[in-house]
């Protein structure tokens, strides 16, 4: 849809500057993409080590058997990891959009800007000193841990010659993210704690409990809640400062608030299924290309796209290789790398 400069009832972003959304294709993005989800939902409960009937997982849920071995597969073990994934997936996704758009940066992703790396590495530095901490700070502390990593890249690419541009935070989160990987593996080794974080590291859904579901599901619910709010400002600060500022937008007070949502989004994420990267860079981009650059729409369609796209990893993790489970990053990289490559090479070309 093309806002028009003739329209009766025009907002102020269309009275100054036009931009397009497809409010039908976002439509049946959530429409379709919630059925889709739902479906991959039964079928990743359903495959695995152990191949269940669908009537049993139906079985399960609404009339359950705590005898079952069946029943307890489905309750304790594949629910959880599954709509954790989900979960997960969309405030990945969300993160991403919401960077990308606050940013105008193209390669902008929770992963690769070193807020992964950085709760990662305040997590290595929980489970060493503070084994047996409850889940719930370790929400809190993967936060502090993802605004620290957040805050080095900028302020390592700000060093550089020219200023910030897309591929210099891009090489600063990859510096920040392998020296503090290093500094993790070292604390890993000479505490012995690298077997438990090895499939972590590597990103999993495995392992991921009610309780923790339970704790993170607030978080992350208000953050989207809060992304969907800020949607309209997102996409004024996405055409740059000096148009959002012409507009009346107090652009540092969005970008704080957004950049506080992103940082529970990625930290509570981070905190579940470890550094799981690209699913930030690759679902806005999706996103943008079949709704427009309405954020209005982005954000919710990259949510159902993002969980979609973990769930279905997940499966795939799963799946590929049994009894053996494939850490779901790995899975997502395969994707990710080579889309990252591309978007690298288009920005050079463009500077």
């Not at 073990?77 to 969300?94: H, N, T, W, Y």
């Not at 700000?158 to 990859?174: I, Q, Y």
């Not at 579901?213 to 709010?229: D, F, N, S, V």
Request: charged share 10%; aromatic share 10%; proline share 5%.
């Amino acid at each position: 849809m093309l806002f028009s400069f003739r329209s009766k009832h025009r907002s102020p972003v269309s009275a100054v500057v036009p931009f397009r959304s497809r409010p039908w294709a976002a439509t049946c993005i959530l429409i379709g993409g919630l059925a889709a989800l739902v479906i991959g939902i039964g079928v990743s409960v359903s495959f695995g080590a152990a191949d269940i009937s669908p009537f049993v997982v139906w079985e399960s849920i609404f009339s359950f058997n705590p005898y079952s071995n069946e029943h307890q597969i489905i309750r304790e073990l594949r629910l959880p990891r599954v709509l954790g994934g989900a979960l997960v997936g969309a405030g990945f996704a969300v993160a991403g959009a919401m960077m990308q758009g606050m940013t105008r940066n193209p390669l902008a992703d929770s992963g690769l800007l070193g807020l992964n790396a950085g709760a990662g590495f305040v997590l290595t530095l929980c489970f060493a000193f503070f084994p047996g901490l409850p889940f719930l700070y370790l929400i809190l502390y993967s936060f502090a841990g993802a605004g620290v990593g957040a805050g080095l890249v900028y302020g390592i690419g700000s060093l550089a010659k020219g200023g910030l541009t897309p591929v210099r935070l891009v090489l600063a989160g990859a510096a920040l993210s392998a020296l503090l990987g290093a500094l993790s593996e070292g604390i890993s080794l000479y505490y012995a704690i690298g077997q438990n974080l090895a499939f972590w590291y590597a990103g999993g859904t495995a392992g991921t409990t009610w309780l923790q579901l339970q704790i993170m599901l607030p978080w992350m619910a208000a953050a989207i809640a809060g992304a969907i709010a800020l949607s309209r400002s997102i996409t004024i600060l996405s055409m740059g400062d000096d148009i959002a500022r012409g507009l009346g937008q107090r652009t540092q007070l969005v970008k704080l608030a957004g950049a506080v949502i992103v940082l529970i989004l990625a930290g509570a994420g981070v905190a579940v299924v470890g550094a799981v990267g690209f699913v930030g860079l690759l679902i806005p981009h999706l996103t943008r290309k079949l709704v427009g650059v309405d954020y209005r729409w982005i954000i919710p369609c990259s949510a159902v796209l993002g969980s979609l796209l973990v769930v279905f990893a997940d499966l795939a993790a799963r799946t590929v290789n049994p009894p053996h489970e494939t850490p779901i990053g790995a899975i997502i990289a395969l994707i990710g790398v080579p889309f990252f490559l591309y978007l690298a090479r288009k920005e050079r070309r463009e500077l």
